[in-house]
């Protein structure tokens, strides 16, 4: 008889056809623990409903999701309701709930709370206790594991941001049993050389079993003991461990720690640029006011200088030269302004210009006569004239009237 070979397709849907038709599986009660909780964008729940045991994957679609009254968290313990069936892309089984109710908290967030309550109480969470991150760190030691996603973004992140640290790898298993040990033991071995200005500790994202190791108390204790700074880098921004409260900061992702623990370099040749600019404009300006502190001492030694003071008396005098030129010339044609005036009044005082107009002036004996009383008959009269005089004796004297 010829073997007929079966496509894995054809399995997986076989298979969910005799989930989907017994009747078994239609509606059963589940009890578990949530691990690994998402609500998507949509609405849909996924997590894992999990006891000492097994485990089974969960899908509360959006619709019913709404039903439920209170917000799932990883730890709680629950009652579900709904049908187990196949998922054919991975073939494995599920079982998606119309129900859930709340059981209380579950033992692993119960010791979450417990723990932190008490460390609180003692003072690792303490402010005052927590110490300054380095600005400009030259060694950033990472404790986590070599093969995790964590390193790579933290490595990739660093030579991005800030290529001129150095970083050291710290090997660690972050999962498990052995795990909290050795990340006490790499964080003790971190501070014993101390090359590391600071130290991010952590993991990628993952349930509540998986981080942890960074829920025990002698993680805690190590963190706290450090001499060295320390980042907090576990898991996603949602997820919150013991780690996180005790470490000097906290980030949500490592890939947070790294932009944490380094400065931009672009920032920084922004603030270089910045700063050499301020710098050389102090500089002009520091030079202008050298420059105009010489000139001014430069003019005061001239005027100190006795060449300078003769040039100075020499410009005065020219100056006053030049004004009392000018009151001078002044003067003058005052002075001659009023000789013309006063000539004028005696051309017309002047008697021999007015025997130019015809007049002449009659005298005896050198005695001008004005009065016909003054003269006498047979006296000898000298009447001057423009051009000459004339001598003549007086026949008969004639009063106006007679």
């Known amino acids: 008889m010829e073997e007929r070979y079966l496509t894995v397709s054809a399995l997986t849907k076989y298979i969910k056809y005799k989930f989907d038709h017994d009747h078994h599986l239609e509606e059963v009660l589940l009890e578990g623990e949530i691990s690994n909780f998402k609500h998507n964008s949509r609405g849909h729940f996924y997590f894992t409903l999990k006891d000492d045991g097994a485990?089974?994957?969960v899908t509360m679609f959006s619709s019913f999701a709404k039903t439920v009254s209170f917000?799932?968290?990883d730890g709680m313990k629950v009652f579900v309701k709904g049908n187990v069936t196949v998922y054919?892309?991975?073939g494995t089984y599920q079982i998606n709930i119309k129900e859930m109710k709340s059981d209380g908290i579950g033992d692993l967030y119960l010791a979450f709370q417990k723990l932190k309550a008490e460390l609180e109480k003692e003072g690792y969470f303490s402010l005052d206790h927590k110490k300054k991150i380095p600005p400009y760190p030259e060694c950033i030691g990472v404790i986590t594991s070599p093969t995790g996603a964590a390193i790579r973004d933290i490595i990739h992140t660093v030579g991005r941001r800030y290529p001129l640290t150095k970083l050291i790898l710290y090997p660690a298993i972050v999962q498990g049993v052995d795990a909290k040990d050795?990340?006490?033991?790499?964080?003790?071995l971190a501070n014993e050389q101390g090359v590391c200005d600071v130290l991010i500790v952590g993991r990628g994202g993952g349930s509540i079993e998986d981080l942890w190791a960074f829920n025990e108390r002698v993680v805690a204790m190590a963190i706290y003991d450090s001499r060295i700074p320390i980042i907090s880098a576990v898991g996603h921004e949602i997820d919150f461990t013991i780690a996180d409260f005790v470490a000097d900061l906290r980030a949500a992702t490592p890939t947070a720690a790294a932009e944490l623990a380094t400065?931009?370099?672009e920032v920084l040749k922004g603030n270089v640029l910045y700063y050499v600019e301020r710098m050389t404009k102090l500089l002009h300006q520091k030079l202008e006011n050298a420059r105009l502190y010489v000139a001014n001492i430069d003019r005061r030694i001239d005027s100190l200088n006795p060449m300078t003071t003769l040039k100075h008396k020499e410009q005065l005098i020219k100056e006053y030269s030049k004004q009392l030129n000018l009151l001078m010339q002044r003067i003058l044609l005052e002075k001659k302004s009023n000789f013309r005036f006063m000539d004028a009044k005696l051309q017309a005082l002047?008697?021999?210009?007015?025997?130019d107009k015809g007049y002449s002036i009659s005298?005896?004996?050198g005695e001008i006569i004005t009065d016909v009383e003054k003269v006498h008959a047979k006296d000898v009269l000298k009447t001057q004239m423009k051009n000459g005089y004339i001598i003549s004796e007086i026949q008969e004297v004639k009063k106006n009237g007679n």
């Open 71 to 73: 917000e799932p968290k």
């Open 182 to 188: 050795n990340i006490v033991e790499q964080i003790k």
């Open 350 to 355: 002047n008697p021999l210009a007015i025997m």
């Open 363 to 365: 005298s005896v004996n």
């Open 55 to 57: 485990a089974i994957s």
């Open 263 to 265: 400065p931009s370099i």
């Open 88 to 90: 054919e892309p991975s």
